[in-house]
């Protein structure tokens, strides 16, 4: 074989040899960024992805959770506020329940009332009690409308000339109050210490009867005899009791 051929086989063998060193390098590489390729879109979809996506769920989950406590915290103070609206009207109606009750129905006033001792025979105070016996007096509505009474009245007794007065003073009995239909009738006591004796005694001869948070009176005549005077008594035995 000549130089020239021996030279010519070398320069093939070299290039097959570099071709195929090339084509190796390039296999490899495609190799390479195909396992780069194939380990970086399964994080991206899976993992990267996922935590994304949970954290935009929680944020939005907190944010949800955060606005819902605001709607509900507004509701409360909303709430709150409605509360503070009807107890700011509260003292407005018992302000008009010095003319009302504060359950729309307004309190009994003296023109609306009509007073009378009871007389009947299980009525009428006991003249030989040997301390304190009672009498009664009957309010009743006679106003078209209901209205509502309830604890003390104001008794004064006076004489015939109206010149000697005595105010009783009140039990420490407790009262509630009553609501009375037109034509209903509701009463309160009067403990008195009669006497037949011709000393120390004081002869009513009317009762001046005030409502309770009225000023104004209705004045019934006084059925029965004398009293015990003790108009400057501490704890007199003749007083008034609440209505009901």
Request: glycine letters at 14%; proline letters at 5%; a neutral charge.
């Amino acid at each position: 074989m000549s130089a020239n051929t021996t030279a010519r086989t070398v320069r093939r063998r070299s290039l097959r040899i570099a071709v195929a060193a090339l084509t190796a390098a390039a296999g490899l590489t495609l190799t390479a960024c195909s396992g780069s390729d194939a380990n970086t879109e399964p994080a991206g979809q899976s993992d990267a992805g996922t935590a994304v996506e949970s954290s935009g769920t929680g944020s939005s989950a907190k944010e949800q959770g955060s606005g819902a406590q605001t709607e509900s915290g507004g509701k409360a103070d909303a709430k709150t506020d409605a509360k503070a609206g009807a107890a700011a009207k509260k003292p407005g109606t018992n302000a008009a329940g010095s003319g009302g009750s504060g359950s729309g129905v307004d309190r009994c006033h003296t023109s609306g009332l009509k007073a009378a001792f009871a007389t009947g025979e299980d009525a009428a105070p006991d003249p030989n009690a040997g301390g304190s016996t009672t009498t009664s007096v009957v309010l009743t509505n006679k106003g078209s409308r209901t209205c509502k009474i309830g604890g003390f009245p104001g008794v004064d007794l006076k004489s015939e000339n109206g010149g000697e007065r005595w105010s009783l003073t009140r039990s420490s009995a407790k009262h509630g109050s009553i609501t009375l239909a037109p034509g209903d009738s509701t009463d309160f006591t009067i403990n008195v210490a009669l006497t037949k004796e011709e000393e120390g005694f004081y002869q009513p001869a009317f009762a001046d009867i005030t409502p309770p948070n009225e000023t104004k009176s209705l004045t019934i005549k006084w059925p029965w005899g004398t009293l015990v005077d003790q108009r400057s008594a501490t704890h007199p035995a003749t007083f008034v009791n609440p209505i009901g």
